[in-house]
């Protein structure tokens, strides 16, 4: 009997490790990762899914991405995305509408801070994902903008995408008539410009 029943536990083990969940790849982001304006399967955050189902990492990505978010909203959704889905990796695309909107700076700072902070005390990884104001905002704010995302990865040694839309950004094909969310044709450069750091991520 006793042996009948350690061949079942034995014969269990198998059958768990295949029953596990994949690890989350959780992404907090406003419309430029919600895919606005374009099909769902189309954008850079469903795209993302698929490589690491070709290239074999187990992982499901998780989209929390909604249009219009700021930085104080993503941090007031945090604390219930991570007690639902327990991210071990955690993308953090936020500020887009903090600096169209002109909001300060250092709210914007902090927010992101608090985030990141938050994230690590749950034991997720952070990967930060640098955005860039238009010219037009004027060359003191919109580096002090920029020099949010440096700082920050900087401070807590996350690993940085300097600019979520390089090579995008000032290709007017590759933008939507409204000129500031990118076209289905324009997510997988997207997704190249994320994967040069989320691939080190997944690869440890």
């Given at each position: ?46 795209l993302l899914q ?73 034991r997720a990884k ?79």
């Amino acid at each position: 009997m006793l042996k009948k029943l350690l061949i079942l536990v034995l014969l269990a083990f198998p059958l768990a490790a295949i029953a596990a969940p994949a690890p989350v790849i959780l992404v907090l982001g406003d419309s430029l990762s919600a895919a606005y304006g374009i099909d769902q399967n189309a954008g850079w955050v469903a795209l993302l899914q698929k490589r690491l189902m070709e290239q074999s990492y187990n992982y499901r990505v998780v989209n929390a991405s909604i249009s219009g978010a700021t930085t104080r909203s993503g941090l007031s959704r945090l604390g219930q995305a991570l007690q639902t889905y327990k991210p071990v990796i955690i993308v953090l695309e936020l500020g887009a509408n903090d600096g169209l909107r002109g909001l300060t700076v250092e709210e914007m700072r902090n927010n992101l801070a608090a985030i990141i902070e938050k994230s690590r005390q749950n034991r997720a990884k952070v990967l930060l994902i640098g955005m860039r104001l238009p010219p037009n905002y004027g060359p003191a704010y919109t580096k002090k903008f920029h020099d949010v995302y440096t700082g920050l990865a900087d401070r807590y040694r996350i690993p940085l995408v300097p600019f979520l839309l390089e090579g995008v950004a000032t290709d007017f094909s590759l933008m939507q008539s409204d000129g500031l969310h990118p076209t289905a044709e324009a997510q997988p450069m997207i997704l190249e410009n994320v994967w040069k750091e989320m691939a080190r991520m997944v690869r440890k």
